[in-house]
């Protein structure tokens, strides 16, 4: 059975490569709508408030998203909690949408595994393998 420590690595590591890998793929697809129509998920009271088209701000969306998959890569412990931030920020967009409540949970889900990487980070600095003394003693 690995240690506790080796676990935590993985699951560190696999957090680390969803949460830059994801975040910059949607902002990517911002600018192609290949996965969606991602227009349709903007709160139409959005788009009557800001002085620019649903389809523009959405742009200006993926290029936030492509930046907090970057910041994730370099500084994961703070990259985690800007999106988790950024997701509740979707959430509250979604629920005044309606219609899309189960992507707010989905997105939920996500904001909370954004949180865990960023906890995680802690023990992990970024490019590192290896946990911190801090993180490595017994009763931590």
């Not at 523009?56 to 998203?65: K, R």
């Not at 865990?116 to 993180?135: D, I, Q």
């Amino acid at each position: 059975m690995a240690a506790v420590p080796d676990q935590a690595r993985q699951a560190f590591r696999l957090l680390y490569v969803g949460f830059v890998v994801a975040p910059i793929l949607a902002g990517l697809d911002k600018f192609f709508d290949v996965l969606v129509d991602w227009d349709r998920y903007l709160a139409p009271v959005v788009t009557d408030v800001l002085p620019v088209s649903g389809h523009t701000l959405m742009m200006a969306v993926g290029v936030v998203e492509i930046a907090a998959g970057v910041l994730v890569a370099l500084r994961p412990r703070i990259g985690g909690y800007v999106v988790a931030v950024w997701l509740w920020a979707v959430i509250v967009n979604l629920l005044v949408a309606g219609d899309f409540y189960d992507i707010a949970l989905r997105d939920f889900g996500l904001s909370l595994g954004a949180l865990a990487l960023a906890r995680l980070a802690e023990a992990y600095p970024a490019g590192s393998l290896r946990p911190t003394a801090a993180a490595s003693r017994p009763g931590r």
